[in-house]
């Protein structure tokens, strides 16, 4: 199994209409043909040292395996939300887009 999570730090100055595309964009990921399951979500009402609260809006897909997750990072659905949610190239190396701040990772599971 391949677990992709992802995390997004929405701009605090977000329009209503723009945040709702974010929503719906992150749902159409979902319906994915290599898309196992799927979550989208926010921080939990937990106060630990160790716990990030500060993201928006948390995204994690279960893959059957690393090739289905590259499949995934080439269907058109995802190119479409990546490139509705992302500012024009910049020098930066970070993930930054025109609604968030993006981090993402992978695991690999047994």
């Known amino acids: 199994m391949f677990i992709h999570?992802?995390?997004?730090?929405?701009?605090?100055?977000?329009?209503?209409?723009?945040r709702k595309q974010f929503i719906?964009?992150?749902?159409a990921?979902?319906?994915?043909?290599t898309v196992q399951a799927g979550h989208i979500g926010v921080p939990a009402d937990t106060r630990r040292g160790v716990v990030d609260h500060t993201y928006?809006?948390?995204l994690m897909l279960m893959f059957r395996d690393a090739s289905a997750h590259e499949r995934y990072q080439l269907d058109p659905i995802h190119d479409r939300f990546r490139n509705e949610c992302r500012a024009p190239a910049s020098h930066?190396?970070?993930a930054i887009s025109s609604l968030a701040v993006v981090m993402v990772s992978g695991m690999v599971c047994s």
């Open 29 to 33: 990921l979902l319906t994915i043909e």
């Open 92 to 94: 930066e190396r970070s």
């Open 56 to 58: 928006s809006h948390a």
């Open 5 to 18: 999570s992802v995390y997004f730090w929405l701009k605090p100055d977000l329009a209503a209409d723009a």
């Open 24 to 27: 719906d964009g992150l749902h």
